[in-house]
């Protein structure tokens, strides 16, 4: 139980360092506040409270780096500046947090304002090295005026790594942006290209019914049955082709499970059905082997369990509930739906369930219904291969 509880301190602790806003801050004040307090308390441990209120100022100056790296940096800078003359001893804790600074302020401001800050911080370390004998050796003060420079350096390029990981977050928005406009674009272009035509000649034969009596009405009902049903198998094509294209889904992702789109299209019929006063339930029983992957069954599906809820919806009867039953086996998909038969009805089923029965076929499925007693039963039977 130790290990598990040590894993979850870590895990949570792990969440917690990325949601750092600034990491780069957060990592450099930390190493350097470290480095000072070990200094201070571990070597030469203060005794005066005066002293020690002293170091406590500027290591909270430090700590407020975080927020504000420039005017802090800059207060850390006088206060050492300052405290290296008028505090006696004071200038063994100087060093961290001028090198802390210095690196802040090259890496929040521009290029000149770190070189001037470099050449200004490198002319007092001469300046002290020359006005207070004993201060520095030449060779101390040339290495001070190196890790000037190195701070320099260090926070020119937090600087410029910072805006590339920036630009590389942008870029990767806008690429998914393009990605996204392009599918938009691609999918809007073949639904133009496969169902315009057919939804125009729908709509042309339907206006036509009323001022051209010359053609006969089962004549039309019949064109109208087909121009539905080369619609419905181009949309069919059209999911099919979209589950199957990687443009259109994550990388990584298969198919979804059929057990998992039966349960997600029921509950979604049950849904629609219950919000306009329907009563009744869908029943899914899938056996254990069933788990398996189609994306061309589950178009089929989608667009068997759509047609079955929405017929529903236009022709039943809400007084009487419905039951829809689907059983999925390692063979065979069957699905059995019935509902009271409303006053509007079409007997014997209208354009959209021969359309569907065509698709069902094509599939080697087999579609049949029937109306008995007021009720309106149906029953739906797909091969798995």
Not at 160 to 183: F, I, N, P
Not at 219 to 240: F, H, K, M, P
Not at 308 to 330: C, D, F, G, Q
Request: proline share 3%; net charge negative.
């Amino acid at each position: 139980m130790r290990w598990v509880g040590a894993d979850a301190s870590g895990c949570t602790m792990l969440k917690r360092l990325k949601n750092i806003a600034h990491p780069f801050l957060a990592f450099i004040i930390a190493a350097f506040s470290l480095v000072f307090e070990c200094d201070v308390w571990l070597f030469t441990p203060p005794k005066q409270w005066w002293f020690i209120s002293v170091l406590m100022l500027a290591q909270a100056l430090a700590i407020g780096c975080y927020w504000s790296p420039v005017w802090c940096s800059v207060a850390l800078l006088l206060l050492n500046g300052v405290g290296e003359y008028a505090i006696p001893g004071y200038a063994q804790f100087t060093s961290y947090f001028m090198f802390l600074s210095v690196i802040l302020i090259c890496y929040k401001t521009s290029n000149r304002i770190a070189a001037a800050l470099c050449l200004l911080m490198m002319s007092y370390t001469c300046l002290e090295t020359m006005i207070r004998p004993g201060s520095f050796t030449g060779y101390g003060c040339l290495a001070f005026c190196m890790v000037y420079a190195v701070a320099s350096t260090v926070g020119r390029y937090m600087a410029w790594e910072q805006r590339r990981t920036e630009r590389m977050r942008e870029s990767v928005m806008v690429e998914s942006r393009l990605r996204q406009l392009e599918a938009n674009q691609y999918l809007a272009a073949h639904l133009h290209d496969a169902l315009s035509q057919e939804l125009a000649l729908i709509s042309m034969e339907t206006q036509l019914h009323a001022v051209d009596k010359s053609v006969p009405d089962e004549e039309r009902w019949r064109r109208v049955s087909d121009y539905t049903q080369n619609a419905l198998a181009d949309l069919r094509g059209i999911i099919t082709q979209l589950r199957d294209d990687g443009d259109f889904k994550k990388d990584g992702d298969e198919p979804e499970n059929v057990v998992a789109l039966l349960r997600r299209e029921a509950a979604a019929g049950d849904k629609l059905l219950h919000d306009h006063g329907f009563s009744g339930e869908t029943v899914l029983d899938s056996a254990q082997d069933a788990n398996m992957h189609s994306s061309e069954l589950g178009g089929l599906l989608s667009l068997i369990c759509h047609e079955i809820y929405t017929n529903m919806l236009k022709h039943a009867e809400t007084a009487r509930p419905y039951h829809v039953s689907i059983s999925l086996s390692s063979s065979r998909v069957c699905i059995r739906y019935a509902n009271g038969i409303g006053e509007q009805s079409v007997a014997g089923g209208g354009s959209g369930l021969r359309s569907l029965q065509s698709l069902i076929t094509s599939m080697g499925g087999d579609f049949s219904h029937d109306a008995r007693d007021g009720e309106w039963n149906g029953t739906v039977e797909i091969p798995l291969r």
